[in-house]
């Protein structure tokens, strides 16, 4: 069974997101509302996969990213991004991150993301 | 899709390797025992092979790789025969045809006749290899292949995704380039197909395999072959291979630096005046004299190239004279590091072939040695060319002069041979029916001799019977900022190029003697010809003086003494070339604009001196 940690400061994402991983047999470890959460459920919990929200309060994604490829530079980490924010998910990839899913997205987008980051 | 930036990519590679080739087959026939050189032979012969058949270059494909198959052949051997490195010479001459009509964007010229008609004399030599070998052309570049993705229409963020497809590609092996490249990607280049080169060991079914997975891809290409298509899109014609330079980062550096300290220098020189400080004003003029020097010598650096890439040429230069001429010649080349400006080097490259020419037509008998020097003297580049052959008879010189009327029998008798040698340049000297055995060289000469006037350089020949003739060319480091002469007529102000002159002098009238109409003075024992510059100017005759001021320089290889109005001293000037219609002006080589505001022109005595000659002829 494999772990995901959803970091995302907005409920309704971190629900839908939770709702698309369980319905494809995934275990929802852990989510995270910032950058600051998401680091240490990280380190506390290892999971397989995180997709991490770009934009959110005390802690921005990329630099939550950051601070757990420093530790655990193997970490599988997938971006959500909004549209508009190519920039900001292009220095996401350079700092490390595997791939990106852009909001609103599709169940099976999601799965096809997470697919090839699993198997890479 | 930018097929255009491969195309150039290839040219200029290949044309290195080709380079290269000639080099090395130069050598290796000099050293026939060299195996390594062979080998390094026929590697050049697989690179370009291999870029030219993911290029889709296909005549370019076939005939690198049936180069590299004779190559191989002699691999196993570890000896090349001379007329097998002829032939080898020939495609190379042959491959550079071909990067000229891609350059075009033209069709490649016909190799097959090259191929067969070698073949064909091969078959008495040695049975030829299977002809299915031939064939194996398509996995030519086993280990470089260009991918081509696109994108699906309903991918949101093309940017990214491209960025992680590349970041995926180069997981299989060594990204060599990319359209968009990476950097443009990052800064935002919008585009939905990728073309990526890759260096990799992983089969291409295996690489599609693993891209498949993707479904923002639309497709998945391996353009073995560029497509027709796109060739024609990008196909702007020629590409201009002097249109950029590549610069060192440390000297980038030094500019910013040197740009840094001007401004600090210029707040200086503000605050100084505003306060009617005048010793620091005078420090800070001194500051800004010492910046702009070194702003100068850097500038100048940007320009320059070592002489290497001019001389690279020659030893196939020499070798190809050899073989026609059955002499035994070698090529010694000394200071090929030194660093002289581009555009005086371009100009070099024809006389230089010429005067290896002359030297080995004419110089040397049977065998010996012809050389070539290139040394800095202060603001002046001098490169030298040498042969230890039989050397000039000077008397023959002045006999043929006589002859052909250049001369009267009155200058053979003064003249001495230093001067004689320069009479090789008149244009006169180098009809056909004087270019016999014993008239020595010449030939072409005077094209020489104007090309490195027109760069405000001095040539020079000096000979020594039986021992062989040098050749020399003095040349300024720079041809747009010079050092010159500046002296009056009526008025106007003239530059005269250093580097044109022998020497100045103040005499009194007195000294001046007449032989028949001609005004001379003498000089160090040397009767010298006057000629006045405002009687070639055409301007009224001066008021007479106490001293008369000469410029000692060359004219048509003879000194003459030019009498100007005043000498004005030295100064470095940066010149420009004059607009249209004022370029048309004989004895005019461009015009500067002095420090104080004043405007002069730069004066060429002989070029002036020919348009006389012309209108009187």
Same mark, same amino acid.
């Given at each position: ?48 996969l995180?997709?991490?929200?770009i ?47 852009v ?12 697919a ?5 | 899709m930018?097929?255009?930036k ?22 290796v ?16 012969a ?8 993911t ?17 191989? *052949? ?7 025969? =001379? ?16 990067l000229?009509?891609?350059a075009q ?14 073949q ?15 064939d ?10 260009l ?33 968009? =490249?990476? *950097? ?13 080169q ?14 498949? $997975?993707?479904? +923002? ?10 497509? *027709? ?12 291979a002097?249109?950029?330079v590549?610069v ?25 005046a ?15 004299a010492?910046l702009?020097? =070194? ?38 080349v000394?200071g ?53 052959g ?34 090789? $340049? ?12 014993? =008239? ?67 005499? +009194?009238?007195?000294e ?27 301007r ?13 320089t ?17 100064? *470095? ?11 048309q ?18 004066f ?14």
């Amino acid at each position: 069974m494999k772990q995901v940690l959803i970091v995302d400061d907005a409920l309704f994402m971190r629900n839908l997101l939770r709702d698309i991983f369980e319905g494809a047999g995934w275990t929802v470890v852990a989510e995270a509302e910032d950058g600051f959460q998401a680091v240490e459920q990280f380190q506390a919990l290892q999971p397989d996969l995180v997709t991490m929200d770009i934009v959110m309060p005390r802690m921005g994604g990329i630099d939550a990213m950051r601070r757990i490829l420093q530790d655990f530079p193997e970490a599988r980490i997938v971006m959500c991004s909004a549209l508009g924010q190519e920039r900001m998910v292009m220095e996401a990839i350079n700092a490390g991150a595997m791939d990106f899913i852009v909001k609103p997205f599709q169940d099976q987008q999601v799965l096809d993301v997470v697919a090839r980051v699993c198997n890479a | 899709m930018d097929i255009e930036k491969y195309r150039k990519m290839f040219l200029s590679e290949a044309a290195e390797h080709l380079q290269n080739m000639a080099k090395q087959l130069v050598a290796v026939e000099a050293d026939p025992e060299d195996g390594e050189g062979i080998n390094s032979l026929f590697r050049e012969a697989h690179s370009i092979k291999g870029m030219a058949a993911t290029m889709g270059f296909d005549a370019t494909t076939r005939l690198a790789h049936h180069l590299e198959d004779r190559l191989a *052949e002699f691999r196993g051997k570890g000896q090349i025969s =001379s007329e097998m490195i002829d032939r080898l010479l020939a495609g190379v001459d042959l491959l550079e045809g071909l990067l000229e009509d891609i350059a075009q964007g033209e069709q490649e010229r016909d190799v097959d006749l090259f191929i067969h008609g070698e073949q064909l004399a091969l078959i008495e030599l040695e049975p030829l290899d299977s002809a299915e070998e031939d064939d194996a052309c398509c996995d030519l570049a086993s280990n470089r292949m260009l991918i081509r993705l696109l994108l699906d229409e309903s991918v949101v963020a093309p940017g990214p995704r491209l960025l992680v497809l590349l970041n995926r590609v180069a997981e299989f092996g060594t990204v060599l380039e990319t359209t968009p =490249s990476e *950097e443009n990607l990052l800064q935002g280049e919008i585009s939905r197909t990728l073309l990526v080169q890759l260096e990799t060991e992983i089969p291409q079914q295996e690489i599609l395999k693993r891209l498949e $997975c993707y479904r +923002e891809l639309s497709k998945i290409e391996f353009p073995a072959a560029v497509l *027709e298509e796109e060739t024609a899109r990008n196909k702007p014609g020629r590409v201009s291979a002097t249109s950029t330079v590549r610069v060192d980062t440390d000297l980038l550096d030094r500019f910013i630096n040197l740009t840094g300290e001007l401004i600090t220098n210029r707040y200086q020189l503000q605050s100084a005046a505003g306060e009617k400080d005048w010793t620091e004003l005078n420090e800070g003029l001194g500051q800004l004299a010492r910046l702009v020097k =070194s702003l100068h010598h850097q500038v100048l650096q940007v320009r320059m190239m070592p002489l290497e890439s001019v001389t690279g040429r020659l030893p196939r230069t020499v070798r190809d004279l050899c073989r026609s001429s059955g002499k035994e010649v070698r090529l010694e080349v000394l200071g090929a590091s030194l660093e002289i400006d581009r555009s005086i080097l371009e100009a070099l490259t024809d006389p230089l072939t010429h005067m290896i020419r002359n030297a080995i037509d004419h110089g040397i008998a049977k065998q010996g040695t012809v050389q070539i020097k290139a040394w800095r003297e202060r603001d002046q580049i001098l490169i030298q060319v040498a042969d230890d052959g039989r050397g000039i008879d000077p008397e023959m010189v002045r006999q043929r002069a006589l002859d052909s009327n250049l001369i009267s029998p009155g200058q053979a008798q003064t003249m001495r041979d230093f001067e004689t040698y320069q009479l090789l $340049c008149l244009p006169g000297f180098t009809t056909k029916e004087q270019v016999t055995e014993t =008239s020595g060289r010449g030939v072409g000469m005077d094209v020489v001799k104007s090309v490195v006037e027109k760069l405000g350089g001095v040539l020079l020949i000096d000979s020594n019977l039986g021992k062989g003739t040098r050749v020399t060319m003095k040349l300024p480091l720079s041809v747009a900022i010079i050092r010159v002469l500046l002296v009056l007529c009526d008025g106007s102000l003239l530059g005269i190029p250093i580097t044109r002159i022998l020497q100045t002098v103040e005499v +009194e009238p007195g000294e001046v003697q007449t032989s028949g109409k001609q005004l001379a003075i003498s000089l160090h024992g040397e009767l010298i010809p006057l000629l006045s510059l405002r009687k070639i100017m055409q301007r009224p005759k001066g008021p007479g003086k106490t001293m008369l001021s000469l410029v000692i320089t060359e004219v048509f290889g003879r000194k003459v003494g030019l009498v100007v109005d005043r000498l004005q001293g030295q100064q *470095e000037v940066f010149v420009q070339s004059l607009p249209s219609p004022f370029d048309q002006l004989r004895g005019t080589g461009g015009g500067a604009i002095l420090g104080d505001g004043r405007i002069m022109f730069l004066f060429d005595l002989q070029s002036k001196l020919e348009g006389r000659r012309a209108k009187g002829a």
